[in-house]
């Protein structure tokens, strides 16, 4: 399988079974981040514990693949990480897709992104779930 395949079989896997998908039940800090050049739209919700960890992570929303299985991934990632950690995770999607900033985390099946550089108007896409962590963070 060459690696455009395998990556495109990692994007639909999560598109079509999205993990962390649902509503948390209790409080927690809640956004929702849309991307109207191509009609994504996603609620995040985030729970920080006592050690600064992201304990609960969950996302809600439709839009186009590459939106919901970044969010997807992203929330596999990202949970049970320290807030520093996640920081870091931010900063390297950011460098993976824009070339800005530096790489600091590996990001594991979130490579299956890194073809999206090539289209600018996707990369909105890719980045709504980061922007909405970002802002859960603040
Ligand atoms: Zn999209």
Redo the contacts with the bound molecule.
């Keep these: 399988m060459s690696l455009d395949a395998l990556y495109q079989e990692i994007i639909l896997d999560h598109f079509k079974s999205p993990r962390n998908f649902g509503k948390l039940d209790g409080p927690a800090t809640g956004v929702h981040h849309e991307?109207p050049s191509?009609?994504?739209q996603l609620d995040l919700q985030v729970v920080i514990d006592e050690q600064d960890r992201i304990g609960k992570i969950k996302f809600y929303g439709r839009?186009?693949a590459?939106?919901q299985s970044s969010a997807s991934m992203m929330t596999e990632l990202v949970k049970g990480k320290t807030v520093a950690e996640t920081r870091d995770a931010i900063a390297s999607f950011k460098h993976m897709l824009t070339g800005e900033g530096e790489a600091k985390i590996e990001l594991g099946d979130l490579e299956a992104l890194s073809g999206v550089k090539q289209f600018p108007v996707?990369v909105?896409?890719a980045t709504?779930a980061w922007k909405a962590l970002e802002s859960c963070l603040e």
């Design positions: 991307n191509c009609g994504d839009g186009c590459i939106s996707r909105k896409c709504l």
